[in-house]
T-cell receptor, first 115, second 113 residues
Framework: GAVVSQHPSWVICKSGTSVKIECRSL??????MFWYRQFPKQSLMLMAT?????????EQGVEKDKFLINHASLTLSTLTVTSAHPEDSSFYIC???????????FGPGTRLTVT | GQQVMQIPQYQHVQEGEDFTTYCNSS?????IQWYKQRPGGHPVFLIQ?????EVKKQKRLTFQFGEAKKNSSLHITATQTTDVGTYFC?????????????FGSGTRLSIRP
């Protein structure tokens, strides 16, 4: 149980275009999901907390207009990178936890390359 | 806000040798979590420690939480090639739906067969 999926697993896009990444909890409902970004050989940096039915909470320094997060249902959160630039190229990972549980289950990640 | 520092950044060991990574904080921690991320993979939860002086074992892995709850360690006995990856300590901050996980910088373990 507690499986999180992400789609796509990798994507290449041109500079200036937008990319949408989906995060789904497959066998549980997640009122809260988290979005992280990870550059090569670095740690995971929390970008935002996605709350079902309400606005996402962004970490300091993360542009909310650039990284649009929508948590429309208890099993789906989406991250849209708008007007992507090469510096947005990174590994984007989502996570979720079961209600009342302390461990996070991570999706397999999406590798974004902006050319 | 609260954060944790992790050392060393890298560790390269001979297969069969032991390995330890340390996580330190300047403030008292309510909990510490440990995750493992294989190369190209995603983090996988290993354990959470909450009690002062707590020691937990998972086969060859031993996790400790300091008496002052300001540091933690992960020790692997007799490393195997399957242990390769990056080990992160992480801190859960906040409560319920407002909680979030903050990751340490990680220790990348590589092993000479």
């Amino acid at each position: 149980g507690a499986v999180v999926s992400q789609h796509p697993s990798w994507v290449i896009c041109k500079s200036g275009t937008s990319v949408k990444i989906e995060c789904r909890s497959l066998d549980f409902q997640a009122t809260t999901m988290f979005w992280y970004r990870q550059f090569p050989k670095q740690s995971l940096m929390l970008m935002a907390t996605s709350n079902e039915g309400s606005k996402a909470t962004y970490e300091q320094g993360v542009e909310k207009d650039k990284f649009l997060i929508n948590h429309a249902s208890l099993t789906l959160s989406t991250l849209t990178v708008t007007s992507a630039h090469p510096e947005d190229s990174s590994f984007y990972i989502c996570s979720a936890s079961l209600t009342g549980a302390y461990e996070q289950y991570f999706g397999p990640g999406t590798r974004l390359t902006v050319t | 806000g609260q954060q944790v520092m992790q050392i060393p950044q890298y560790q390269h060991v001979q297969e069969g040798e032991d390995f330890t990574t340390y996580c330190n904080s300047s403030t008292t921690l309510s909990n510490i979590q440990w995750y493992k991320q294989r190369p190209g993979g995603h983090p996988v939860f290993l354990i959470q420690l909450v009690k002062s002086g707590e020691v937990k074992k998972q086969k060859r892995l031993t996790f400790q939480f300091g008496e002052a709850k300001k540091n933690s360690s992960l020790h692997i006995t007799a490393t195997q090639t399957t242990d390769v990856g990056t080990y992160f300590c992480a801190l859960k901050v906040g409560y319920s739906s407002a909680s979030k996980i903050i990751f340490g910088s990680g220790t990348r373990l590589s092993i000479r067969p």
